[in-house]
């Protein structure tokens, strides 16, 4: 009350009560592929990766499906390839030597494959926390179907039971990402037979097909695993067309 007995507004400034404002959320533009070759893929990446790390673009969520494809981390070793080289090619499948972590991992149609390029100042520079958070990502798309997964300690990437359902494997540049996580929904799991699926003999691999023993298409995932991303990450996402990227 002031001295006239007439309530008194202060402001914000006058009480010294420091205003605390959120920090507005990390902007991300969301793109649907469909299927695409590897190279392909891996060209528009580094295009994109460029342009983020100039802050020339807003980060970046690419969703697709590739080709029967193997590929090899610069930490993987080629004795985990089971078959020999020259008889992947009367396989149709491809083998590409790439700049990711982790060793030699399937891509297929059936497959969704999520690479988020993004800038990691935004996450305070936490490459463990950015790879828990991909497979908390996973893990609550995969709860959305009644399918209970986990992670595992002495391996990366997303459990079910003993049988892995989703590999990841990123590489940071400059603090900017690339490459990410592979999500089996309805792959050609014999493909797996070829290889020691990350460097792992002693586990399997699974599917949500499998699993639920009903076809569930990858586009479909992916919109879930949009959503989930925007949460887990806390980001504000705008999907897009190939054609604005």
Known sequence: ??????PTIMTIEQTGITQISQAPKPYFCAC?????????????QRKLWRRILNRQSENMLLLLEHPPTLTLGKSGKLENLLVKPEELAA????????DRGGDITYHGP???VAYPILRLQDYGKDIHQYIYNLQETAI???????????????????WVGGEKIAAIGVAVHRWVT???????VNPALQHFNIINPCGITDKGVTSMSKLLSRKITTEE???TFTRHFSDVFKANIEMISSENL
Do not use: P
């Open 178 to 184: 690339m490459h990410g996580l592979a999500l089996n």
């Open 140 to 158: 609550r798309t995969l709860c959305d179907y009644s399918i209970s997964a986990r992670r595992d300690k002495q391996h990366i990437g997303v």
């Open 91 to 98: 396989r149709g499948i491809s083998l590409f030597f790439t």
């Open 32 to 44: 649907w592929l469909g299927t695409i070759d590897y190279q392909s893929a891996y060209d528009l």
């Open 110 to 112: 059936g497959q969704l």
């Open 1 to 6: 009350m002031n001295e006239k007995g007439d």
């Open 221 to 223: 995932i992916a919109r």
